[in-house]
């Protein structure tokens, strides 16, 4: 079983930064997958955020953080999310996951069914 444990989340001003950081443990399996990150935004519906491969080599967005989060992997179970340019509609609860079926080019959804999930760490922005 893998353990996912999301940090760095907190309160920040539109236009603001924050980085979220994910660190795995557990399954040695999760060192050969790709990881990502998804949201929850009050009301809404989980949400696609990001994803990086295996080897950290290809990546992709949502259409609504693209050219303002950076996803980046610094070893085999721990990634970042770099959040700049912060909007208040980035406020949600943000999970971290492993074992997601990413390679490369657009990530589709159900790359994601046999993920494991983080417990979220929550992002705030204000107005």
């Known amino acids: 079983q893998v353990q996912l444990v999301e940090s760095g989340g907190g309160l920040v001003q539109a236009g603001g930064s924050l980085r979220l950081s994910c660190a795995a443990s557990?399954?040695?399996?999760?060192?050969?997958?790709?990881m990502g990150w998804f949201r929850q935004a009050p009301g809404k519906e989980r949400e696609f955020v990001a994803v990086?491969?295996?080897?950290?080599?290809?990546n992709d967005y949502a259409e609504s953080v693209w050219g303002r989060f950076t996803i980046s992997r610094d070893n085999a179970q721990n990634i970042a999310l770099q959040m700049n340019s912060l909007k208040p509609e980035d406020t949600a609860v943000y999970y971290c996951?492993?074992?997601?079926?990413?390679?490369?080019?657009?990530?589709?959804?159900?790359?994601?069914?046999?993920?494991?999930w983080g417990q979220g760490t929550q992002v705030t922005v204000s107005s």
């Open positions: 990086i491969s295996w080897n950290g080599r290809d």
């Open positions: 996951l492993t074992g997601i079926a990413y390679w490369r080019g657009r990530f589709s959804s159900n790359m994601a069914k046999n993920a494991d």
């Open positions: 557990g399954r040695t399996s999760s060192s050969r997958s790709a």
